[in-house]
């Protein structure tokens, strides 16, 4: 089993930066790809950035590419988004997903990010 839990979000002004969070506990060592979504009010949860880490490819999502990065301290089994120039409709709940060789999709309790004057 493998256990996500997010951090670092908040309300921020338009143009301001957060960074988020993603510490991995558990069966780490079969964990092959982390990612983070978002889910904003009456909308479907969407892939904002993600992470292979047997490769290191890293993919963003065209809405995000530019602003966000996403980034990993293996030491630390952290993946974090630094995300700036944030925008109104950035707000949503951030979640982090880990995916594992045994076929395990594991999700944290998610993160509210706010972004408002």
């Known amino acids: 089993q493998v256990q996500v839990v997010e951090s670092g979000g908040g309300l921020v002004q338009p143009g301001g930066s957060l960074r988020l969070s993603c510490a991995a506990s558990?069966?780490?060592?079969?964990?092959?790809?982390m990612s983070w979504y978002r889910q904003a009010p009456g909308k479907q949860r969407e892939l904002v950035a993600g992470?292979?880490?047997?490769?290191?490819?890293?993919n963003h999502a065209d809405s995000v590419k530019g602003r966000f990065t996403i980034s990993r301290d293996n030491a630390k089994n952290t993946v974090y988004l630094q995300m700036n120039s944030l925008k109104p409709e950035d707000t949503a709940v951030y979640y982090c997903n880990a995916l594992d060789r045994t076929g395990g999709n594991f999700w944290g309790q998610g993160t509210q990010v706010t972004v408002s004057s």
């Open positions: 992470i292979t880490t047997t490769t290191g490819y890293i």
């Open positions: 558990g069966s780490i060592f079969s964990i092959y790809r």
